[in-house]
């Protein structure tokens, strides 16, 4: 069976995908983007708080999904410049605490809506 999962703390997908998508015992969240629950492009805002949005948004699909950050297994972050990725990774680490999933963190330049970080994930149900 496939389940898709987008919950209310997110805001509904710009386009033909679901935020999270349950099948064979895992999750596999699509890449979000600093979007708040209402729909909010965070383009303007620092990169530390587009950071804290994505993540939010990744935690609120997880939970929705019966899975956890604790549940993670692999993350992949598209940043747009490595630049980025010390302050990526310290806020990160805080958000994620004992668990550590495989990653990727890739410098990919400009993101959608000229946005700075996207975040996709796999974890256990």
């Not at 990169?47 to 899975?67: C, H, K, Y």
């Not at 010390?86 to 400009?110: D, K, L, M, T």
């Amino acid at each position: 069976m496939i389940t898709p999962i987008n919950p209310p703390g997110n805001a509904a997908p710009g386009g033909h995908y679901s935020h999270g998508t349950v099948a064979n015992g895992f999750v596999f969240v699509s890449g979000q983007l600093p979007i708040t629950a209402a729909g909010e492009k965070l383009t303007q805002a620092s990169f530390a708080d587009q950071t804290r949005q994505v993540l939010a948004n990744v935690a609120n699909i997880l939970q929705a999904s019966g899975s956890g950050i604790d549940r993670l297994v692999q993350v992949r972050v598209y940043v747009d410049s490595s630049d980025n990725w010390p302050e990526f990774n310290a806020i990160y680490s805080q958000w994620a605490g004992a668990s550590r999933p495989s990653r990727a963190v890739v410098p990919v330049g400009a993101l959608h809506y000229g946005l700075k970080v996207e975040v996709e994930a796999v974890a256990v149900v």
